[in-house]
């Protein structure tokens, strides 16, 4: 947070009748998490633990200061007692009416002002992912493995999309995976094992199979880039095969018998239109 900038709140509410709910010493981060997209959506301000629904709000105040309330308060303080003023109102209170008012630069509406606009983004979302039909395909050595997911994602109508079957048009490596995955909702990681490894200093005694370290990239990327619900990953149960243990137990599903009505859920949680009927 800036020294010099630091944002305070206060909540008129219909159902309290006692006083405004107040957050003081906010960061700019802060009050957009935590007050104004709520406030914009429609949806409900947690303030000092109290819930309150947008319904309930009949003001939402915002304003700035370049001190902080504890450098405030005692100038109030004193102000307060040199008043001949009511004294019933917090000093908290009083932090809320220095520096300057912003309400009107961020409030635009009412509460939920711009849900229309979450609701159609949500929309488009759901569209795109319903009429998309690729998959992006990560594999490693096995064209075993790669062959059979290819051929049931074509079996479901959809377009799977293997790196290197795609045209290289003079980027490097990473330059085509980027433009090749980009707006594919769904990635299917396969790993098999291709390679061996351990501990420098336990080798060769306790090396293992594992995946292709392209893989391992690949995977963490579209974890990170569609999120864990939009990511299958099929492994080769074979002894002796070291799985990445951060997220052991998570994502994986052994590519055996029953593993194509697997894939077909997951692409069905990820709004994909796919028929099993057309995998018999």
């Known amino acids: 947070m800036s020294e010099n900038e630091f944002y305070h709140v206060r909540i008129t509410t219909k159902s309290n009748r006692w006083g405004d709910e107040i957050k003081l010493d906010l960061s700019k981060e802060q009050l957009t998490e935590r007050f104004l997209s709520p406030y914009e959506y429609g949806d409900i301000i947690t303030v000092n633990g109290k819930p309150i629904k947008p319904d309930d709000i009949t003001r939402f105040k915002i304003n700035r200061t370049a001190e902080n309330s ?3 308060l005692p100038q109030i303080i004193a102000e307060r007692k040199a008043s001949s003023g009511a004294l019933s109102i917090s000093d908290e209170w009083y932090v809320t009416t220095k520096g300057e008012d912003i309400t009107d ?6 509460p939920g002002y711009k849900k229309s606009e979450k609701t159609k983004e949500s929309s488009k979302k759901e569209k795109i992912i319903s009429e998309n039909t690729k998959v992006f395909v990560v594999h490693g050595h ?6 059979a997911v290819a ?8 377009e799977p999309i293997i790196l290197h079957e795609q045209p290289n048009k003079g980027r490097t490596i990473i330059e085509k995976f980027e433009d090749c995955s980009e707006d594919i909702p769904f990635a299917i990681v396969l790993l098999s094992p291709d390679d061996k490894g351990c501990e420098a200093n336990n080798f060769p005694e306790s090396a293992k199979f594992r995946t292709r370290q392209n893989v391992i990239l690949e995977l963490g990327y579209f974890i990170g880039k569609l999120g864990r619900n939009n990511v299958l990953v099929l492994f080769k149960k074979e002894n002796d095969f070291e799985l990445p243990s951060d997220i052991l137990g998570i994502l994986f599903t052994p590519f055996n018998k029953g593993w194509e009505m697997e894939m ?9 239109n796919v028929d ?3 995998l018999l």
């Open 70 to 72: 504890a450098r405030l």
């Open 105 to 110: 630069e961020l409030i635009k509406g009412s």
């Open 142 to 147: 096995d064209e075993e493995m790669k062959l």
């Open 151 to 158: 051929r049931s994602l074509e079996k479901l109508d959809l």
């Open 264 to 272: 077909v859920k997951e692409l069905r949680s990820s709004g994909y």
């Open 276 to 278: 099993s009927n057309k």
